[in-house]
């Protein structure tokens, strides 16, 4: 597997001193295997240091509470919402609360849900033909 650019996929990168997946949130303990599974395979190749795992509401740790445990070295935060798509939470929820959150020493950025990532729409495509045999 190549690039994203010999992939064709136009991208835009910045790079942040720690990202934050935030995940919806759910009291079903079962409901946060997958984002736990993906948060542990993130931080074995990037390093705890540089990713955390916050839920939006439903269980924790908030995205409040992992902003509170950053490193004081931690200057550029961006948060990648794990959703398929910019419903309320991501147009008004999330971003009151990261106006909250902003400090004069830290900046926090929210990205695309990640189900606007071209890649995560060609996985989805992939799997949907695999469900119809046309893989």
């Known amino acids: 597997m190549g690039n994203r650019e010999t992939l064709g996929i136009k991208m835009l990168h910045k790079e942040y001193d720690h ?72 147009r008004q929820d999330v971003p009151a609360q990261i106006a909250e959150l902003q400090r004069d020493d830290l900046h926090i950025e929210l990205l695309s849900p990640i189900g606007d990532d071209e890649l995560v729409k060609q996985a989805m495509q992939t799997v949907i033909a695999h469900h119809l045999g046309k893989v």
């Open 19 to 90: 990202i934050i997946l935030l995940a919806h949130g759910s009291p079903d303990p079962l409901w946060k295997q997958p984002f736990e599974s993906l948060y542990h395979h993130v931080t074995q190749t990037y390093g705890e240091n540089n990713a955390s795992l916050a839920y939006m509401e439903l269980t924790s740790p908030s995205l409040e509470d992992v902003i509170a445990l950053l490193d004081k070295d931690v200057r550029s935060v961006a948060v990648l919402p794990l959703f398929l798509a910019v419903g309320r939470h991501l």
